[in-house]
C-alpha cells in the first residue's frame, strides 16, 4: 500500500523559499497512471491545488501561483519536492503530498494524502 510522508521546515520567514519533500514508499512515482501532486490548506479555508509531476517528470502547476512554485524529484530516492519562493503570511497553510489517479470517467481524483505538515509564515 502507498504511503505518503511530508517533510520540510514547520516555520518559514516572508521573503524565504519553501522547500518540502515527499517522500513515497509502496509505490514507485515513475510508475504508469499516477501522478504526484502538492495540496495546501489555509486555515478555514478550502483545500487550494498547487500542482503536479507525471510518471515521466512533466509538471504543471496552478496558474496562481505558477509564477513561485516549482515541482521537481528523485527518482533514486523516490520523492518528489516542492519549492515555493517569495512566502508571505497568505501562504501559512497545511500542505500535502498526494497520489493522483485518472478515474473511469476520465478525472483526476485524490488516492492517497500523506499526513499533512504545518507551515507557518511568520518573521
Known amino acids: 500500500q502507498v504511503q505518503l510522508q511530508e517533510s520540510g521546515p514547520g516555520l518559514v520567514k516572508p521573503s524565504q523559499t519553501l522547500s518540502l519533500t515527499c517522500t513515497v514508499s509502496?509505490?514507485?512515482?515513475?510508475?504508469?497512471?499516477?501522478?504526484w501532486s502538492w495540496i495546501r490548506q489555509p486555515p478555514g479555508k478550502g483545500l487550494e491545488w498547487i500542482g503536479f509531476?507525471?510518471?515521466?517528470?512533466?509538471?504543471y502547476c496552478s496558474p496562481s501561483l505558477k509564477s513561485r512554485a516549482s515541482i521537481f524529484r528523485d527518482t533514486l530516492k523516490n520523492q518528489f519536492t516542492l519549492q515555493l519562493s517569495s512566502m508571505t503570511p497568505e501562504d501559512t497553510a497545511v500542505y500535502y503530498c498526494?497520489?493522483?489517479?485518472?478515474?473511469?470517467?476520465?478525472?483526476?481524483?485524490?488516492?492517497?494524502w500523506g499526513q499533512g505538515t504545518q507551515v507557518t509564515v511568520s518573521s
Open positions: 509502496g509505490g514507485s512515482i515513475t510508475t504508469n497512471y499516477y501522478y
Open positions: 509531476i507525471t510518471n515521466s517528470g512533466n509538471t
Open positions: 498526494a497520489r493522483l489517479i485518472l478515474d473511469s470517467d476520465g478525472w483526476w481524483k485524490v488516492g492517497s
